[in-house]
């Protein structure tokens, strides 16, 4: 079954979507997975491997781990109760399981950071973002044991080897009226149709939709993905009049603040136009995210925490700065977007741990780029050839986030992956539809890079900024 749009924009809380939002929902899935045994549960452990182990720390991986136990999901907790939520739990040495079995917790011998193993012990998935989740019983016996991988983008899969307990069973396969696995079938089925790709999505997700008995599918689609856009124009607002300095040690200060003061201060003074003040907005409004998610704040997954910046500063580009832009664009660009972004979902990956930087603000360019082609009026040629600019100027891009912490150099990052996309729509806007490198060959492209990638370079602080900002 497709993605649904639904299921790669999903509100949750910073700063990673891989490191955060994907172990606290594993860790909310094995609490509450624990059914009539909860009440036999003396003690949980938890162990971390790989990139978790690694940079865990810095993307509160141990924070999100706790919240999830305690019977807290991303999209529901409120972000001004994490801390006194963890303060609480590290105060007293212990946890509400699943919200009501209350259990002893020492994090030192209870959460465990296995910083040499890549892969948890036994598991047949090899993905280095890797938990392994166990319940104990007052005599030590295992009651459950559960090994999961966060795969990006909040995903998470749970490790067929494990027998203790099964799995959450697989969701029921739904008969989508254009299903596609390629940009060149979902080309070809949209020509044949005579479809825009928005449209395209639009029947897909009405599809979805009806599965959950939906009354009126279209207008609950539109209804949430309009809901996604308020999301992110919100965390942008935030971003835009929040100062101060960012957590985790670095002390790094806002700036999209600042900023922002800058550009408002010109614009009121009259100072002859700057041509290029549209794209310093841009950049605004990409910072502004992801200082907000690196301050753990309420964001959505655009397609990861990492580059939560790209997707809403291009759309904030458009409904700002674009002559008759309109609801109706917005919504074009937004289904576009999620159409590029699956197809590097299903086909590639978009986790920073496996792929580098490239599966995260790379893909969120490119999606940027082709939504913001078909939200211009561009023909589905147009949009293909933008999400196809898009990547192939990010190739490459490692993942060095400087102590682990999602802000050196990935606030930045944003800002220029969403300049970048831009760019790449009005190269593909201008040129003739022909060209020589497909959007299948670039996501295939990427993901053979990021499998060539050392792993010092996906995610691990161990090496590039990460490891030279120290040195030097």
């Given amino acids: 079954m497709t993605t649904s749009f639904f299921d790669l924009y999903k509100i949750g809380v910073g700063p990673s979507s891989s490191h955060t939002m994907g172990p606290m ?51 529901s907790i409120d972000p001004e109760q994490i801390s006194p939520t963890i303060e609480s739990i590290r105060f007293s040495r212990a ?62 899969t749970e490790d067929s080897a494990d027998s203790s307990q099964p799995g959450s069973p697989a969701p029921a396969e739904v008969t989508l009226p254009y299903p596609f696995h390629s940009a060149a079938e979902l080309l070809n089925t949209a020509q044949e149709h005579h479809l825009t790709i928005a449209e ?24 949430g993905i309009l809901h996604i856009w308020q999301t992110m124009r919100a965390c942008i607002e935030r971003g835009m009049v929040t100062e101060g300095t960012l957590p985790g040690g670095l002390k790094v200060r806002r700036r999209a603040h600042l900023f922002a003061e800058r550009l408002r201060a010109s614009e009121v003074e009259g100072k002859p136009g700057d041509p290029l003040a549209p794209l310093d907005w ?10 907000e998610n690196a301050a753990g704040g309420r964001v959505v997954t655009a397609p990861t925490n990492g580059a939560a910046g790209v997707v809403p500063a291009v759309a904030q580009y458009y409904e700002r700065f674009v002559t008759g832009a309109d ?18 979902k299903e086909n590639a990956s978009i986790s920073g741990a496996e792929v580098g930087c490239q599966g995260e603000v790379g893909v969120a360019c490119s999606m940027a780029a082709g939504g913001l082609a078909a939200a211009l009026g561009g ?18 891009m490692t993942c060095d986030p400087i102590g682990g912490l999602v802000q050196i150099p990935c606030i930045e990052r944003n800002a220029m992956g969403a300049v970048k ?3 790449a729509s ?3 806007m201008i040129e003739p539809p022909e060209h020589k490198v497909s959007l299948d060959q670039v996501i295939r492209t990427m993901y053979l890079t990021g499998l060539d990638m050392q792993s010092r370079y996906k995610e691990t602080s161990l090496a590039g900024l990460a490891l030279n900002i120290i040195e030097c």
């Fill in 379 to 396: 023909t589905n040629l147009h949009v293909e050839h933008a999400a196809e600019i898009g990547m192939e100027h990010n190739l490459g």
């Fill in 421 to 423: 996309a831009i760019h």
């Fill in 327 to 344: 609801t109706e664009g917005i919504l074009r660009y937004f289904l576009t977007s999620a159409a590029i972004g699956i197809l590097y």
């Fill in 426 to 428: 009005r190269i593909a």
């Fill in 200 to 223: 395209l999505m639009m029947a897909n997700e009405c599809a979805l939709a009806r599965t959950h008995r939906a009354p009126a599918p279209e207008e609950q689609v539109r209804a």
């Fill in 25 to 75: 929902r594993a860790a909310f899935q094995f609490a509450r997975g624990l059914g009539a045994e909860l009440p036999r549960v003396a003690r949980v452990q938890i162990d971390l491997y790989g990139s978790l182990a690694l940079t865990g720390i810095g993307h509160a991986t141990d924070r999100a781990v706790l919240l999830g136990l305690a019977g807290n999901e991303p999209a």
């Fill in 282 to 291: 841009v950049k605004v409004y990409a910072m502004a995210v992801n200082e």
């Fill in 95 to 156: 946890l509400a399981l699943n919200g009501e079995q209350r259990i002893p917790f020492d994090e030192a011998s209870d959460l465990l950071f296995h910083r040499d193993v890549m892969f948890p012990p036994g598991a047949r998935t090899q993905h280095p973002n890797g938990l392994r989740l166990t319940a104990f019983s007052a005599e030590g016996s295992v009651l459950s044991q559960r090994t999961f991988f966060s795969i990006g983008g909040g995903f998470i």
